[in-house]
């Protein structure tokens, strides 16, 4: 049952989740007043931390969760910039390290960041649509192909019941990660 393990991790992140939603650089996304600029700055922020963060989960699925369908989601961020005529940011020194690989548990925490984020994609993007602003990142949210929130919330459950500090821990620091790059 996840319940436990789910519990541990949003409870963890909930301070952090929330700084993120209400950061400047993120908070007008929602906003029916959305500029093109604003938008920009929004993507180009979230870039190479969503690269970083997705280059390490899909190495870390072929090791431990091979079955597990993931769609990597920067691309359709480096299209949008694009589409606004905006370059993107040059590769960072940034890096990102799962706790508890050996076990394969702290995969769960970044999991549980990436796929709670394509929840909050789909909200964002009817706010995104009216602005008539290129929104494919967030759409590559809709993605049928992946396994998405209910696919994590499987594998939870799966998941022999143990120590979850590793995914707790990798779930706070991608959630670090990223406000750091705002």
Same mark, same amino acid.
């Given at each position: 049952?996840?319940?436990?393990? !789910?519990?541990? $991790? /949003?409870? %963890?992140?909930?301070?952090?989740? =929330?700084?993120?939603?209400?950061?400047?650089? &993120?908070?007008? $996304?929602?906003?029916?007043? !959305?500029?093109?600029?604003?938008?920009?700055?929004?993507? %180009?922020?979230l870039l190479r931390p969503?690269? *970083? #963060?997705?280059?390490?989960?899909?190495?870390?699925?072929?090791?431990y969760y091979p079955e597990?369908?993931?769609?990597?989601?920067?691309?359709?961020?480096?299209?949008? #910039? =694009?589409?606004?005529? =905006?370059?993107?940011?040059?590769?960072?020194?940034?890096?990102?390290?799962?706790?508890?690989?050996?076990?394969?548990?702290? *995969?769960?925490?970044? !999991?549980?960041?990436?796929?709670?984020?394509?929840?909050?994609?789909? *909200?964002?993007?009817?706010? &995104?649509?009216?602005? %008539?602003?290129?929104?494919?990142?967030?759409?590559?949210? !809709?993605?049928?192909?992946?396994?998405?929130?209910?696919?994590?919330?499987?594998?939870? /459950?799966?998941?022999? +019941? +143990?120590?979850?500090?590793?995914? *707790?821990?990798t779930a706070v620091d991608?959630?670090?990660?990223?406000?750091? /790059?705002?």
């Amino acid at each position: 049952m996840p319940d436990e393990p !789910l519990l541990a $991790l /949003r409870q %963890a992140t909930a301070p952090l989740h =929330q700084q993120l939603d209400q950061h400047r650089v &993120l908070k007008p $996304l929602m906003s029916a007043s !959305l500029s093109p600029a604003q938008y920009a700055v929004a993507l %180009a922020s979230l870039l190479r931390p969503q690269q *970083v #963060l997705e280059e390490a989960l899909q190495q870390a699925l072929t090791q431990y969760y091979p079955e597990y369908r993931y769609a990597l989601r920067y691309p359709w961020l480096q299209q949008d #910039l =694009q589409e606004l005529g =905006q370059p993107c940011p040059e590769a960072s020194d940034l890096n990102f390290s799962i706790h508890g690989e050996t076990q394969g548990i702290g *995969v769960l925490g970044l !999991l549980y960041v990436l796929e709670g984020s394509r929840l909050g994609a789909q *909200v964002m993007l009817k706010n &995104l649509r009216r602005c %008539a602003l290129p929104c494919a990142f967030f759409a590559s949210a !809709l993605n049928s192909e992946t396994e998405g929130w209910s696919g994590f919330l499987q594998l939870l /459950r799966h998941t022999p +019941q +143990q120590d979850f500090s590793a995914a *707790v821990e990798t779930a706070v620091d991608a959630f670090h990660l990223l406000l750091k /790059r705002m």
